[in-house]
């Protein structure tokens, strides 16, 4: 209802569907950023403060690699959520069956739209277009396991070293 406001009914383009999916993902990042950054000790900061170490280089040095692992996690979890939204996306960034490449101006076609309208309007080869919505959620959750990864490898370079 914002962006009619805003810009007028029936206006859709990509740059308001891409807003609306992170207005759906800013809560979760910083929920759990915020329940991450309080899961680490406070022993640790103030052994840190202890050693006359300032409360910014105690932030970067000591409470983000205690913790980047969980806002990893949480980051990537916002995502995996938002990748397969498909409403917000048919009142935003509309629909269309060619390539649009101008955020700003006309219609786009996404991946969870384009797997819901083949599966919909099947058309006169119902065979193919099923095989269609299949591989555009194949590619759905190949994009999620590969971000699943991404994640898991920033966790684990970023993870405190144990000293055994």
């Known amino acids: 209802s914002l962006f009619v406001v ?10 308001m569907g891409a807003v609306a999916l992170s207005v759906l993902m800013i809560p979760v990042v910083v929920r759990s ?3 991450m950054l309080r899961l680490v000790p406070n022993e640790l900061r103030e052994a840190s ?3 006359g170490v300032p409360k910014w280089l105690t932030i970067v040095k000591v409470v ?3 913790s980047i692992a969980g806002i990893t996690t949480g980051v990537m979890l916002a995502i995996a959520r938002v990748i397969g939204e498909t409403a917000p996306l048919l009142l935003t960034a509309g629909y269309t069956a060619s390539l649009n490449l101008n955020l700003f101006e006309g219609n786009m076609m996404t991946l969870p739209v384009f797997v819901y309208n083949q599966y919909a309007n099947q058309g006169t080869s119902p065979d193919s277009a099923i095989s269609r919505a299949w591989a555009g959620a194949l590619t759905l959750i190949l994009i999620v396991m590969v971000l ?4 898991r ?3 684990k370079f970023f993870a405190p070293k144990t000293g055994r």
């Open 148 to 151: 699943n990864l991404a994640a």
């Open 6 to 15: 805003f810009f007028g009914p029936g206006i859709s383009n990509g740059f």
């Open 33 to 35: 950023s915020e329940e």
């Open 153 to 155: 490898a920033v966790a």
């Open 64 to 66: 983000l690699p205690t």
């Open 49 to 51: 403060y202890a050693l």
